[in-house]
């Protein structure tokens, strides 16, 4: 998953770097003023930040949602280990007691004998 967050990340990069370089461009060979090209610069720059904002309100949202789902999972992980761990040991202690009590009575077989 983290690897398809990096291509969508660069993706996303390189198609606004792409923007950029053409409006670049643009700008450069377009003919007007110098007046109306700064406020073309300032428009374009404008809306290069807002979309960067909403990509980086995307992004801290989608890792966001990582970290929480992960906690979630851990504590689902963690809560089946403790019953497997609980199971586990009832067993055990179980066992125990069936062999102490098999043994206890060999003992008393033995003593009989």
């Known amino acids: 998953m983290e690897d398809r967050d990096k291509k969508i990340t660069a993706a996303a990069l390189l198609v606004f770097a792409g923007g950029v370089i053409g409006a670049g461009l643009a700008l450069l060979f377009a003919p007007q003023s110098g007046s109306r090209t700064r406020k073309d610069i300032l428009r374009y720059s404008t809306k290069a930040r807002n979309r960067a904002d909403e990509v980086v309100d995307d992004l801290a949202a989608n890792v966001s949602n990582l970290v929480?789902?992960?906690?979630?999972?851990?504590d689902d992980l963690m809560e089946k280990g403790k019953d497997v761990?609980?199971?586990?040991?009832?067993?055990?202690?179980?066992l125990i007691e069936e062999g102490a009590s098999k043994l206890e009575k060999f003992r008393t077989m033995l003593r009989r004998m």
């Open 68 to 74: 929480e789902t992960i906690g979630e999972k851990t």
């Open 85 to 94: 761990a609980g199971s586990a040991r009832k067993d055990l202690i179980r």
